[in-house]
């Protein structure tokens, strides 16, 4: 596969998984389906890492990148544009390839910082209510609870709270992992293109090429049958 293609396919990979991670990083902030005030929401919900980290940081670098790799590398534009331009303009994609190592590494910075505040958020729990008393109660429980069902339904506020912060942390560590994984494919993909450029125009001009041939057959037999038909009509 061409490093334009791999890149655009791990681009949406990557966009879909930045919405994967958004969606349940607002759901985080309503256990139960309703609205609580943040001192009655865990520290782990509160700093947005499925929203900033595996969300923003992957989406915003991997967007233009996902577009750009399948229409601009094709170089059809840049090359019109001229070779005085720069090193940007050639048209093979090595630019936009330079640019998906950096969104890389931000969007991999950004995996990395969902994957540590989700799997904290898992092994220190939720904040609930127990005894009429807000605060962190499977805290000193090293992340046992998760294992203890029984104590999963100790919180009185908000209902089912366990329940809800395991299923969208554990989400929000999967898909990280897989953020992680893929951004980690695009650096390797990326540099090889830096390296290499796009073999997508090099297959593009060898069809070119090959097209010309064609033509060019075609025009020689063309032009050599109808000489020999109009010999053939002058003799007669």
């Avoid at 577009?67 to 170089?75: E, H, K």
């Avoid at 999963?152 to 994984?181: A, G, K, Q």
Wanted: aromatic share 8%; with cysteine; net charge positive.
């Amino acid at each position: 596969m061409c490093t334009g293609k791999c890149s655009r396919c791990v681009g949406l990979s990557l966009i879909s998984l930045s919405l994967v991670c958004i969606v349940a990083n607002a759901l985080l902030l309503v256990p139960d389906g309703k609205t609580w005030s943040t001192n009655q929401l865990s520290l782990q919900v509160l700093l947005m890492a499925g929203f900033i980290g595996g969300g923003l940081m992957v989406r915003i670098k991997h967007k233009p990148v996902a577009r750009g790799l399948g229409t601009t590398v094709r170089g059809s534009e840049w090359e019109s544009r001229g070779e005085e331009k720069g090193w940007c303009f050639r048209g093979d994609g090595k630019c936009l390839m330079l640019r998906s190592i950096f969104s890389s590494a931000i969007g991999m910075l950004g995996a990395i910082y969902c994957l540590g505040v989700s799997g904290a958020g898992l092994q220190t729990g939720p904040k609930c209510l127990v005894d009429d008393k807000w605060d962190y109660h499977f805290q000193e429980t090293g992340g046992a609870y998760l294992f203890n069902r029984t104590q999963w339904y100790l919180c009185e506020e908000p209902p089912n709270v366990v329940l809800w912060n395991l299923s969208l942390f554990s989400l929000l560590v999967v898909v990280s992992c897989l953020e992680i994984v893929l951004c980690g494919i695009q650096l390797v993909n990326a540099t090889v293109g830096v390296i290499c450029g796009d073999c997508r125009k090099k297959v593009r001009q060898r069809e070119v090429e090959l097209w010309r041939v064609r033509l060019a057959l075609g025009y020689v037999l063309t032009h050599f049958l109808f000489s020999a038909e109009l010999s053939s009509l002058r003799l007669h």
